[in-house]
């Protein structure tokens, strides 16, 4: 098993910049693909990006893509995504996510979750 905490989250202005970091523990991160998503409430959990065990493949949401990047530093145990340009609709619940045993970009299909970071973005 692997724990995952986030970190990052807090008040933005529109137009700035965020980095959200996950600290895992337990098993090895290298072990596991992993991927970032958010959530609003009354709607689903939002795939953002993933990012394959050792960093060689990552796949982002289409709407998303030029202003986030996930990254990941296995030997740090950790899981980072950067937002640029941030708007007010990316005001959410940011979750890391590890072990999907499924399609990528489908919430149910990851096994290991944190707590989630809020993330709020002032207009």
């Known amino acids: 098993q692997v724990q995952l905490v986030e970190s990052g989250g807090g008040l933005v202005q529109t137009g700035g910049s965020l980095r959200l970091s996950c600290l895992a523990s337990g098993r090895a991160l290298s072990n596991y693909d992993a991927a970032w998503f958010r959530q609003v409430p009354g709607k689903e959990r939002e795939f953002l990006a993933s990012?394959?065990?050792?960093?060689?493949?990552?796949h982002y949401q289409d709407s998303l893509q030029g202003r986030i990047i996930i990254s990941r530093d296995n030997a740090k145990k950790t899981l980072s995504l950067e937002i640029s340009s941030v708007k007010p609709e990316d005001t959410a619940i940011y979750y890391c996510?590890?072990?999907?045993?499924?399609?990528?970009?489908?919430?149910?299909?990851?096994?290991?979750w944190g707590q989630g970071t809020q993330v709020t973005v002032s207009s």
């Open positions: 990012i394959s065990r050792y960093g060689g493949t990552t």
């Open positions: 996510a590890a072990g999907p045993t499924g399609i990528y970009s489908d919430y149910t299909q990851y096994l290991y």
